[in-house]
């Protein structure tokens, strides 16, 4: 049987390595686009070429931009896809308060560029949109859960540039009748999640300050409460989207909420030390508008797509914690 190829926007990030491994490992040809930089951005995929012995090269990188939309139209001319996952943005919230416009360009508009090159080149292949939580936020979370149905109501530039492409996707969806699918995930985290998100600025300090490399971790809003899940679990609910004969929109989520309080308790318990006495408060951390809370409703993915997420919150925090150690033990050897 024709393997079937994939493209990958934001291959380089958290999610796009998850979901390369992912679409190796069901017998994939990965083609991945990314960012021209002036230092490696690889390190998050390199692993594959290093284990190319074991499935052979299937995995192949392109120089290309969300801002470039020629580039993007050659690309997928050349490629011509079964699958596209776009997951390439400016996905830090801090950040689109300093940058709003550039957010808008890439995460907004970005994703119209990449609809009409698959309009072009690629009308059959099936689309993922990496839409976000961030699209709620501003009303009252209900019991159970944001789902499918929830007003939106985004509360900073990301998720307004968001709420651009969920549109745009739909819309592409019901003109032309495109296979194109809107994830609405809430927040994920893993050992690869970047090192300015919260989670990974906790472990990554964590490490340090036990092995005396580092003395006070400076955070904002600890009160914020997410809804945080296993990165490597959702990737699966991404791809299980596209094997839909009908495309649709889906929230993904654990459906627990804990705090910012509560991950630093956790975290700081695995090294036996006492958060309270190595934070400290940072006011450049605050949001202008700031999500206080959310909490998904996964109820569609789990009837329809058969989704499931296994790792726990205790669990996923000491996988992030044991890895960041090993890091800081690795770093204080190359100091020494
Ligand atoms: P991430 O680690 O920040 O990765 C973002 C990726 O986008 C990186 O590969 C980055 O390339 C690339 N990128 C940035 N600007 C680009 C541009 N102008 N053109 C093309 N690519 C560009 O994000 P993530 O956590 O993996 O998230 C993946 C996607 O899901 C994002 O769209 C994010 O907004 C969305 N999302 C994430 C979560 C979450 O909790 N993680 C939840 C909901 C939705 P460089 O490596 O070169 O910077
Ligand atoms: N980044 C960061 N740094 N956040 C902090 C800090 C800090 O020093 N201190 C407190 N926080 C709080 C933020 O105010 C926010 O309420 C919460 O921790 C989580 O922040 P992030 O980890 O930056 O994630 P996010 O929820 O804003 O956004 C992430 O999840 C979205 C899905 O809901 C990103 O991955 C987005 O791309 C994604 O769409």
């Not at 830090?92 to 907004?108: A, I, W």
């Not at 699209?135 to 998720?159: I, M, Q, T, V, W």
């Not at 999640?193 to 989670?199: I, L």
């Not at 058969?306 to 033990?329: C, I, K």
Request: with cysteine; aromatic share 12%; net charge positive.
């Amino acid at each position: 049987m024709k393997k079937k190829k994939a493209f990958i926007t934001g291959i380089t990030g958290q999610d796009g390595s998850w979901l390369a491994d992912f679409l190796l490992e069901k017998g994939y040809e990965v083609h991945g686009m990314v960012r021209r930089s002036s230092s490696f951005n690889t390190q998050r995929i390199d692993h594959i070429y290093q284990d190319s012995h074991v499935h052979g090269v299937r995995m192949f990188l392109h120089f290309g931009d969300l801002s470039d939309s020629s580039g993007l139209f050659k690309l997928l001319h050349q490629i011509k896809p079964d699958e596209i996952y776009n997951l390439g943005a400016q996905s830090h919230v801090r950040v689109s308060f300093d940058q709003p416009e550039y957010t808008g360009e890439v995460t907004g508009i970005g994703t119209l560029k990449l609809l009409e090159a698959m309009r072009s080149a690629c009308p059959k292949a099936k689309f993922y949109q990496a839409s976000s939580s961030e699209l709620y936020g501003g009303l009252d979370c209900p019991k159970k859960g944001y789902n499918e149905k929830s007003p939106f109501y985004p509360r900073s530039p990301y998720g307004v540039a968001k709420l651009y492409s969920f549109w745009a996707a739909k819309n592409y969806r019901e003109a032309y009748g495109l296979h194109i699918s809107n994830g609405i995930l809430f927040n994920h985290e893993s050992e690869r999640r970047g090192e300015t998100f919260v989670t990974r600025k906790i472990t990554r300090a964590l490490g340090r300050i036990k092995l005396g490399l580092q003395k006070e971790l400076y955070l904002g809003n600890l009160d914020a409460q997410r809804d945080w899940g296993d990165a490597k679990e959702f990737v699966r609910g991404m791809w299980l989207m596209l094997q839909q004969k009908k495309a649709d929109d889906y929230v993904i989520a654990t459906g627990e909420t804990y705090s910012v309080k509560d991950f630093l308790k956790v975290a700081f318990d695995c090294a036996k030390l006492d958060w309270k006495k190595y934070v400290k408060f940072d006011a450049r951390y605050l949001r202008p508008t700031e999500v206080d809370y959310l909490k998904g409703d996964s109820t569609k993915a789990r009837r329809v797509l058969g989704w499931r997420n296994e790792t726990s919150f205790e669990q996923l925090v000491h996988r992030m914690v044991a890895h960041d150690m090993e890091m800081a033990v690795k770093e204080k050897k190359r100091d020494a």
